[in-house]
Protein backbone atom coordinates (compact mmCIF):
# COMPACT_ATOMS: atom_id res chain seq x y z
CA UNK A 1 0.00 0.00 0.00
CA UNK A 2 2.98 2.18 0.96
CA UNK A 3 4.51 1.72 -2.40
CA UNK A 4 1.48 2.31 -4.28
CA UNK A 5 1.18 5.78 -2.48
CA UNK A 6 4.39 6.89 -3.44
CA UNK A 7 3.89 6.42 -7.18
CA UNK A 8 0.51 8.01 -6.81
CA UNK A 9 2.45 11.00 -4.79
CA UNK A 10 5.67 10.97 -7.14
CA UNK A 11 2.94 10.86 -9.85
CA UNK A 12 1.41 13.88 -8.54
CA UNK A 13 4.67 15.92 -8.27
CA UNK A 14 5.64 15.46 -11.33
CA UNK A 15 2.57 16.27 -12.89
CA UNK A 16 2.80 19.16 -10.65
CA UNK A 17 5.94 20.39 -12.06
CA UNK A 18 4.96 19.85 -15.54
CA UNK A 19 1.65 22.13 -14.98
CA UNK A 20 4.05 24.52 -13.45
CA UNK A 21 6.53 24.78 -16.03
CA UNK A 22 4.45 24.70 -18.66
CA UNK A 23 2.13 27.61 -17.04
CA UNK A 24 5.40 29.77 -16.54
CA UNK A 25 6.35 29.21 -20.59
CA UNK A 26 2.88 29.90 -21.75
CA UNK A 27 3.43 33.75 -19.06
CA UNK A 28 6.79 34.13 -21.28
CA UNK A 29 5.23 33.92 -24.12
CA UNK A 30 2.42 36.33 -23.12
CA UNK A 31 4.81 39.17 -21.41
CA UNK A 32 7.03 38.78 -25.05
CA UNK A 33 4.09 39.52 -27.35
CA UNK A 34 0.98 39.79 -25.57
CA UNK A 35 -2.12 38.77 -27.65
CA UNK A 36 -5.76 37.40 -27.33
CA UNK A 37 -4.40 33.88 -27.68
CA UNK A 38 -1.50 34.02 -25.35
CA UNK A 39 -4.00 35.29 -22.76
CA UNK A 40 -5.97 32.71 -23.34
CA UNK A 41 -3.17 29.80 -23.13
CA UNK A 42 -1.95 31.23 -20.11
CA UNK A 43 -4.92 31.18 -18.17
CA UNK A 44 -5.66 27.29 -19.61
CA UNK A 45 -2.26 26.82 -18.28
CA UNK A 46 -3.31 27.77 -14.96
CA UNK A 47 -6.42 26.58 -14.81
CA UNK A 48 -4.66 23.56 -14.88
CA UNK A 49 -2.15 23.90 -12.41
CA UNK A 50 -4.43 24.72 -10.27
CA UNK A 51 -6.85 21.74 -10.67
CA UNK A 52 -3.83 19.83 -10.06
CA UNK A 53 -2.56 21.52 -6.67
CA UNK A 54 -6.31 21.27 -5.57
CA UNK A 55 -6.36 17.56 -6.24
CA UNK A 56 -2.91 17.03 -4.92
CA UNK A 57 -2.65 18.87 -1.94
CA UNK A 58 0.66 17.34 -1.26
CA UNK A 59 2.50 18.76 -4.34
CA UNK A 60 2.53 22.21 -2.38
CA UNK A 61 3.69 21.09 0.69
CA UNK A 62 6.82 23.08 0.03
CA UNK A 63 5.13 26.23 -1.61
CA UNK A 64 1.99 26.40 0.52
CA UNK A 65 1.21 29.81 -1.21
CA UNK A 66 1.34 28.79 -4.72
CA UNK A 67 -1.96 27.89 -4.86
CA UNK A 68 -3.26 31.00 -4.29
CA UNK A 69 -1.15 32.91 -6.14
CA UNK A 70 -2.67 30.88 -9.06
CA UNK A 71 -5.89 31.83 -8.31
CA UNK A 72 -4.98 34.98 -8.28
CA UNK A 73 -3.08 35.13 -11.81
CA UNK A 74 -6.24 33.38 -13.24
CA UNK A 75 -8.47 36.05 -12.29
CA UNK A 76 -6.21 38.78 -13.73
CA UNK A 77 -6.16 36.69 -17.04
CA UNK A 78 -9.49 36.11 -16.95
CA UNK A 79 -10.30 39.67 -16.58
CA UNK A 80 -7.99 40.23 -19.69
CA UNK A 81 -9.40 37.47 -21.71
CA UNK A 82 -13.14 38.33 -20.86
CA UNK A 83 -12.63 41.96 -22.06
CA UNK A 84 -11.14 40.33 -25.59
CA UNK A 85 -14.22 38.21 -26.34
CA UNK A 86 -16.33 40.65 -25.66
CA UNK A 87 -14.31 42.87 -27.42
CA UNK A 88 -14.34 40.38 -30.30
CA UNK A 89 -18.47 40.16 -30.55
CA UNK A 90 -18.57 43.75 -29.82
CA UNK A 91 -16.52 44.06 -33.57
CA UNK A 92 -19.35 41.06 -34.80
CA UNK A 93 -21.92 42.71 -34.28
CA UNK A 94 -20.88 46.47 -35.53
CA UNK A 95 -20.22 44.50 -38.75
CA UNK A 96 -23.75 43.87 -38.57
CA UNK A 97 -25.32 47.20 -37.27
CA UNK A 98 -27.11 50.23 -38.07
CA UNK A 99 -25.50 53.57 -38.00
CA UNK A 100 -27.61 54.31 -35.36
CA UNK A 101 -26.29 51.03 -33.57
CA UNK A 102 -22.67 51.31 -34.85
CA UNK A 103 -22.86 54.68 -32.24
CA UNK A 104 -23.70 52.85 -29.35
CA UNK A 105 -21.38 49.57 -29.92
CA UNK A 106 -18.41 51.89 -30.17
CA UNK A 107 -19.19 53.66 -26.98
CA UNK A 108 -19.42 50.34 -25.11
CA UNK A 109 -16.04 49.17 -27.29
CA UNK A 110 -14.51 52.17 -25.70
CA UNK A 111 -15.67 51.55 -22.29
CA UNK A 112 -14.99 47.78 -22.39
CA UNK A 113 -11.36 48.55 -24.14
CA UNK A 114 -10.80 50.87 -21.26
CA UNK A 115 -11.76 48.15 -18.74
CA UNK A 116 -8.96 45.79 -20.60
CA UNK A 117 -6.26 48.29 -20.07
CA UNK A 118 -6.89 48.46 -16.81
CA UNK A 119 -6.95 44.40 -15.78
CA UNK A 120 -3.73 44.41 -18.22
CA UNK A 121 -2.22 47.04 -15.75
CA UNK A 122 -3.08 45.12 -12.77
CA UNK A 123 -1.76 41.93 -14.43
CA UNK A 124 1.40 43.63 -15.01
CA UNK A 125 1.25 45.01 -11.80
CA UNK A 126 0.54 41.01 -10.13
CA UNK A 127 3.13 39.70 -12.54
CA UNK A 128 5.89 42.37 -11.27
CA UNK A 129 5.20 41.15 -8.00
CA UNK A 130 5.00 37.26 -8.45
CA UNK A 131 8.66 37.04 -9.95
Not at 43 to 65: G, S
Amino acid sequence: MNETAGTIGDWAVDACERARAHMERALRRFEKKPSAKRVHRARKAAARLLAILEDFPACVDEEPALAPRVRALRKWLGKVRDADVHLQRLRAYRAASTLEEREAIERLRSAVARRKRKAENRLDAFLRVSQ
